[in-house]
C-alpha cells in the first residue's frame, strides 16, 4: 500500500511523465488530396496537431499544389489559414481558384527573425488550424518549439524549406521532399516511408 501511495505521491507532484492512455484524444489526420500520398500516410494524410517539412530545391515547385486540397477544405469549414512571411506575395486569384476561401486567409509580414516567433505564436494559438511558414535558417531546437506549439494548439504546421535540410535530422514527425511534380515521403512517424517517389495527382 505504500508503494501505492508513493507512486501516487509522483504523479501528483508532476515528477514523472504519464502518457496518456492509447486510442483517447485521437484527432483524425488531414488528408492532403493526393490520393497516391494519401495511401501511403500513416494516418492518410498530414499528422495532425503536428509540423511537417515540405523540402524543394526553390520556391515554385508545386508546393502550393500539394497543400491547396487541404487548405481549401479547413478555410471552407471557415477555419483560419495563416500565411508567415512567404517567399512571394499569394496570388488571390490562383488561391480562390484552388478552392481556398480567401476570407479565412491571413498573410502575415515579418522579418527572418520574427517569423519563427510569429509561427510558433499562431501555431500555439490555438486559434488557427494551419499555420504555413519558410523558415530559412532554422536549427534543430527552433523546429522543435514549431512542433511543440503546434502540439499544443492542435494546428496543421508547415514548413517550406530547402531540400538541401535533408541530410540534417529534424523533430517533424512528417518529411516530403519535392521534385519535378513529384513528392518522395523521407519520415513518416508511426510507418515506414514508401521507396521510390509519388505522383502529385489531385483527386476530383
Do not use: Y
Not at 509540423?51 to 497543400?67: D, M, N, R
Not at 531540400?163 to 529534424?170: I, L, Y
Amino acid at each position: 500500500m505504500g508503494a501505492v501511495m508513493a507512486l501516487e505521491q509522483l504523479l501528483e507532484s508532476r515528477q514523472v511523465w504519464r502518457g496518456q492512455p492509447r486510442g483517447t484524444g485521437t484527432v483524425a489526420a488531414h488528408p492532403t488530396g493526393h490520393p497516391a500520398l494519401d495511401a501511403r500516410l500513416p494516418g492518410g494524410g498530414w499528422p495532425p496537431a503536428a509540423l511537417s517539412e515540405v523540402l524543394l530545391a526553390a520556391p515554385g515547385q508545386g508546393e502550393l499544389a500539394l497543400v491547396w486540397p487541404t487548405l481549401a477544405r479547413l478555410s471552407q469549414l471557415r477555419q483560419t489559414v495563416v500565411l508567415i512571411a512567404p517567399p512571394h506575395l499569394p496570388h488571390a486569384p490562383a488561391w480562390a481558384g484552388a478552392g481556398v476561401s480567401l476570407g479565412q486567409l491571413q498573410v502575415v509580414h515579418a522579418t527572418p527573425r520574427e517569423a519563427l516567433w510569429a509561427a510558433e505564436q499562431c501555431m500555439r494559438s490555438a486559434a488557427c488550424a494551419a499555420v504555413l511558414c519558410w523558415p530559412g535558417h532554422a536549427d534543430d531546437r527552433a523546429l522543435r518549439r514549431l512542433q511543440v506549439a503546434a502540439e499544443t494548439g492542435q494546428c496543421l504546421g508547415l514548413a517550406f524549406r530547402d531540400a538541401r535540410q535533408a541530410r540534417n535530422p529534424s523533430p517533424a514527425p512528417l518529411r516530403l521532399q519535392l521534385d519535378a511534380g513529384q513528392v518522395r515521403v523521407l519520415k513518416c512517424r508511426g510507418g515506414q516511408a514508401p521507396a521510390q517517389p509519388l505522383p502529385l495527382a489531385v483527386a476530383h
